[in-house]
């Protein structure tokens, strides 16, 4: 979670799906952006906030790296359902 972390993990190929939060800073969202294009990384954007994420994970962050292929589908789905 966040950009430094979430970027290191896609440069070292174990980030398969990266969520961003509706709030994340546009400087911030083309730069990781940038990063899981390169990385052939999907980039979904979530709909929800910072804050909406912190409640889900106890963690406030606008970046979310995902690692796990099961948990990445799944995800993906659920945001095609919202």
Do not use: H, Y
């Not at 799906?17 to 509706?22: A, D, G, K, P, R």
């Not at 390169?38 to 409640?55: G, H, L, T, Y």
Request: glycine share 4%; proline share 1%.
């Amino acid at each position: 979670m966040g950009f430094d972390p979430s970027a290191e993990e896609m440069i070292k190929g174990k980030v398969v799906l990266l969520i961003l939060s509706q709030d994340l800073s546009t400087k911030t969202a083309v730069k990781i952006e940038k990063v899981a294009t390169e990385s052939k990384v999907k980039v979904i954007k979530a709909n929800c906030n910072m804050d909406e994420i912190a409640i889900s994970i106890n963690k406030r962050t606008g970046i979310i790296a995902v690692t796990d292929k099961g948990l990445a589908q799944n995800l993906e789905k659920l945001a095609e359902q919202m």
